[in-house]
């Protein structure tokens, strides 16, 4: 162990993020480690709870509660293993200082960490096989492969060969240092235990440069095939990690300075308005597009969100022309330039279907994505949505489904509901329909065709009053809101543009 600091019985390696007592690591997380870096390294001196809290917290914004509870944590591992408490003293309306044993530093300089790329990278690690006899490492490999794999096909983000990752098999080092060794954002692990007749799949995603965990899932299935299982828990591995990685870089990147920003980030921050739905935020997302486009006029995921992003425009701010022609071309764009890019081609069919009414058009896009990507749930949640306007409600309901068993917490859920309330509402299935737009509701309270499903529904199931309030919800959100208008803007199927119309004018709303 490369050993930084040393005072009493402690070592505090700082590139690990481990402070051991004798030959015995104790439990404090990172920002506990963080915290007596800073303190230790200070030889005594104050350190203000600003610089503290800057130190463990880089970037953020948090309460001087969580502060305490950290030194708190520090104060007992360092009592524990040192039998004293006055290690760390309090300066009152000041902050905090370093008070135990003197310091010596020791250990050779930790290498220097690899350049990250400029896209959000990845390194998968062995999962460890918990099986009793080990027997299971060839089925837990496999199932590794294919995450690797699956991961590899998503491009916006660079992976990590598995010939790199597995070196790490028997090691149990921070992932903040394999973070550095192998120059990646982001360390996927997990774990994998067989019980009789199932398998369960434990994975979790790390901020490298933090330590601190960005999302975690269970996936438990049926060992009836194994080979048949480690595919399918691929598949919902990575179709759950994918939009928890973009929106752990959206985040990263918000805390970064506007003027360091390239085009990769400058897309990642437009992405939260586009994806909002609503026209007022897709535009001030199509100012930073615009920006893309002129750094990377080439750049197909941002072609697909300006594409998305007049859409939005297009069906909630007037129908103007301008803005469906616009989103057809920066379909076209996205689709000339990104055929090795799912999302790409996910959003280009999405305006295809929807903006183009060109449902032959959109279905080959979306095919296409899903051959490029098949763990990518967004293209079978947008793709939903346009088979249900289209009138094919059963297989609108299966794609949703679909796209949810990859995503169950994905940014675009509030879709995949919307497509299943008009499904059912097409097959008169109208509790069913209820159920999905409530669903939706509480995924996106701010979408306002949202609230055109629901009212819908409850007025087929004569709850007129609560039928009402929901339309006067689609109207607070979207006031030019007419639903012969959006009928047409998104080429609905003739009968259920009619049954539609019929319960949304019971409503109240106007056509």
């Known amino acids: 162990m490369a050993i930084a600091y040393r005072f009493g019985p402690f070592a505090l390696d700082v590139a690990a993020g481990i402070l051991s007592c004798g030959d015995r690591p104790t439990m404090l997380g990172g920002r506990a480690v963080a915290l007596l870096e800073r303190l230790v390294g200070a030889e005594g001196a104050p350190i203000s709870k600003d610089d503290l809290i800057e130190a463990a917290w880089p970037g953020l914004v948090v309460e001087d509660s969580n502060l305490t509870v950290q030194i708190a944590a520090l104060r007992r591992a360092l009592q524990e293993g040192g039998g004293a408490s006055d290690w760390i003293a309090t ?10 044993p ?31 006899d080990g027997s299971q490492t060839y089925f837990v490999d496999g199932l590794v492969d294919e995450i690797i794999t699956g991961l590899a096909r998503i491009k916006w983000l660079f992976v990590i060969a598995r010939s790199s990752s597995f070196v790490y098999r028997s090691s149990d080092m921070d992932s903040r240092r394999v973070g550095r060794d192998l120059g990646v954002r982001y360390i996927l692990q997990g774990s994998v235990l067989r019980t009789g007749p199932r398998v369960r799949v434990v994975a979790q995603l790390v901020d490298a440069e933090t330590g601190g965990h960005v999302w975690a899932q269970k996936f438990e299935r049926a060992a009836a095939d194994l080979f048949a299982l480690q595919d399918d828990i691929a598949l919902s591995a990575v179709g759950a990690i994918e939009p928890g990685l973009r929106q752990a870089e959206v985040e990263r990147v918000r805390r970064k300075r506007p003027e360091s920003l390239d085009a990769y980030d400058l897309t990642l921050r437009a992405q939260p308005d586009v994806f909002s739905g609503m026209p007022d935020r897709s535009a001030r997302g199509l100012g930073l597009l615009e920006k893309v486009l002129e750094l990377e006029p080439d750049y197909a995921l941002a ?20 803005d469906r022609a616009r989103s057809i071309h920066h379909a076209r764009r996205a689709l000339e330039h990104g055929r090795d890019d799912a999302l790409a081609l996910t959003f280009a069919g999405f305006s295809f279907g929807m903006d183009a009414h060109d449902r032959q058009a959109a279905f080959e896009a979306f095919e ?31 794609w949703s489904e679909r796209g949810m068993r990859l995503s169950p917490f994905d940014p675009w859920a509030f ?11 097409n097959c008169e299935r109208y509790d069913e329909a ?10 996106n309270p701010g979408h306002s065709i949202t609230y055109v499903q629901l009212a819908a529904a409850l007025a087929r199931l004569g709850r007129l009053d609560e039928a009402r309030v929901a339309a006067g919800l689609v109207l607070e959100l979207q006031p030019n809101f007419r639903y012969g208008q959006q009928f047409a803007g998104v080429n609905c199927a003739p009968a259920l543009a009619a049954s539609l119309g019929e319960a949304l004018r019971s409503a109240g709303l106007p056509e």
């Open 91 to 100: 300066l009152p309306r000041r902050g905090y200082r370093y008070a135990g």
């Open 102 to 132: 003197a310091v010596a530093t020791a250990g050779a300089e930790a290498s220097p960490a690899l350049a990250l790329p400029c896209k959000a990278s990845i390194a998968v690690l062995p999962f460890r096989d918990l099986s009793e």
């Open 303 to 322: 072609h697909g969100y300006a594409a998305m992003a007049y859409h939005n425009r297009f069906l909630r701010a007037g129908l103007r022309e301008d």
């Open 368 to 398: 296409a994505a899903r051959l490029v990507s098949p763990s990518t749930a967004l293209t079978h949640i947008l793709g939903s949505v346009v088979f249900a306007w289209q009138g094919e409600s059963e297989v609108a309901i299966e």
């Open 415 to 425: 879709a995949a509901f919307d497509a299943q309330a008009l499904g059912h509402f």
């Open 434 to 443: 209820c159920r999905a737009a409530y669903r939706s509701v509480q995924s």
